[in-house]
DNA sequence: AGAAACTAAGAGCAT
DNA sequence: ATGCTCTTAGTTTC
């Protein structure tokens, strides 16, 4: 049958050639992934050696490893200076309560029956709930033992634990390296560690996330059965507020880290997307336009969208892909037209102050106070003026890079004259 | 557990 | 500019 494709107006040629001149420009460059994969799997190699070994807290003996994150979902733009590792624990059988007004977000987690494993020591009093905070203090005491006996290879800099933000599932450490001619040290890369709790297949996913995943019409019906059958995590991380329940302090957030990384790999309609030339499309340029969109945005508003992050655009993305899902409105040649596809619908669920969780489709990621009402309109405004504007944000030049092997100069500017009063007066 | 095979994508070069 | 090949990092498989 012959696909409908919804109405795309036509993108001005200035835009066109602004989207295709900042893609080029947006994928992290060899030699700093070079550098960045040294020192991050040096590093991941050398934790996990740690806490194999380590005496104090034996559940976190027999942890594994997912890499997660856009640079391991190739879609992380500028610089590969930020990763995310979950460490995942296997534990005993495992049940869990939705905590009421998070929509199936936010569970309270404990085992089906008291046990000698070695979860033991993170449980509450009453033997069985597992506390998410206990776990994460836990790690974070291991990770900071560990770094205090790390040695960075070839001695770039040191590892430096940062301070623990009151509702991050993350434990973070930076690199912090002094720059050519500096007194001061700045930040190299980061590294979040996420511990998460493993909830095996044959448990199956909560009622909440049942509904979700809706892919039928673009990866298939089958993909979807594939994908729904897989285990699941819990990270600990309790929901943003003051004057939060007992409960809620303990709160686990369910994660789907693995299924949205299968995915962004194996993003097609037809299983061949992206394995020969021919068969290339623009689906992650996309989203890495977005994300620098996004990144730009929180540059000029830091204050007002605190909140905003890339996960509202990855979302975005993958409810776009759904709803656009065959491989021929994606071709590469229409990348100007697909992105501004994807920036309407950005546009749209900020207007309808509606972004469905893609895997919890009854939690609604523009809701406050998650996401406060002030967020929204002025993510409303900046969108409408990136657009009348012809999206100056992508104008900008890429953050500079405290530390590269061999730093290079600045790309040409795309537009001749100097005009930043498009993008410094927007007012709020 | 470790090596080999496979995949994605940057970079250089020829056309 | 476009596309071809080589190289590298990451993942999967046996």
């Known amino acids: 049958m012959p696909w409908i494709d919804e109405h795309v107006a036509p993108v001005s040629s200035d835009v066109c050639d602004l989207i295709k001149h900042r893609v080029k420009q947006l994928s992290p460059r060899r030699p700093d992934q070079q550098q960045s994969s040294r020192l991050v799997n040096d590093l991941r190699d050398s934790l996990l050696d740690f806490l194999k070994k380590n005496k104090k807290q034996p559940f976190f003996r027999s942890v594994t490893v997912l890499n997660s994150g856009s640079y391991y979902e190739t879609v992380k733009i500028n610089y590969p200076n930020e990763f995310d590792m979950m460490l995942l624990l296997p534990t005993p059988r495992l049940t869990w309560i939705e905590l009421e007004e998070y ?28 506390s998410a905070s206990r776990i994460l203090c836990g790690m974070r005491c291991l990770v900071k033992n560990f770094i205090s006996t790390y ?25 912090m390296c002094s720059a050519q001619d500096a007194d001061q040290e700045s930040e190299l890369m980061s590294v979040d560690i996420v511990p998460a709790l493993e909830v095996p297949e044959s448990q199956g996913w909560p009622l909440a996330a049942q509904h979700g995943l809706q892919v039928d019409n673009w990866l298939g019906k089958k993909a979807r059965r594939d994908l729904t059958k897989q285990c699941f ?19 686990w957030r369910i994660s789907f880290s693995h299924i949205e990384k299968q995915i962004i790999k194996n993003h097609g309609h037809a299983r061949t997307c992206c394995e020969a030339p021919a068969t290339k499309c623009c689906r992650k340029r996309c ?19 605190e ?25 590469p040649s229409d990348l100007p037209s697909s992105f501004m596809a994807l920036l309407s619908a950005l ?32 993510l409303q405004r900046a969108l409408d003026e990136q657009r009348k504007l012809g999206l100056p944000l ?21 537009c001749t004259e100097r005009d930043n009063s498009q993008t410094k007066n927007m007012t709020t």
């Not at 893609?358 to 406060?372: D, E, M, V």
């Open 103 to 130: 929509h199936g977000l936010h569970y309270s987690v404990s085992l089906v029956r008291p046990t000698r494993s070695e979860v033991q020591a993170f449980l509450l009093d009453d033997g069985l709930i597992i």
């Open 151 to 175: 040695k960075v290879p070839e001695g770039v800099g040191r590892w430096v634990l940062n301070r623990k933000l009151p509702s991050s599932p993350a434990v973070t450490l930076s690199l």
């Open 233 to 251: 995590y819990f990270v600990p991380k309790k929901p943003k507020g003051r004057n939060l329940s007992n409960t809620a302090k303990e709160s």
């Open 287 to 305: 989203l890495m336009l977005l994300k620098c969109l996004i990144e730009g945005l929180k540059v000029r508003f830091p204050d007002e969208l």
């Open 307 to 331: 909140r905003l992050c890339s996960y509202h655009g990855k979302t975005v993305f993958l409810h776009t892909l759904s709803k656009r899902g065959n491989d021929s409105q994606w071709a």
């Open 347 to 378: 546009e749209d669920h900020v207007s309808n102050s509606e972004l469905p969780h893609f895997f919890i489709p009854a939690y609604n990621l523009f809701a406050a106070p998650a996401f406060p009402r002030k967020a929204l309109s002025c």
């Open 394 to 414: 992508l104008k900008l030049p890429s953050p500079a890079h405290p530390l590269t092997i061999n730093p290079s100069p600045p790309d040409p500017p795309l």
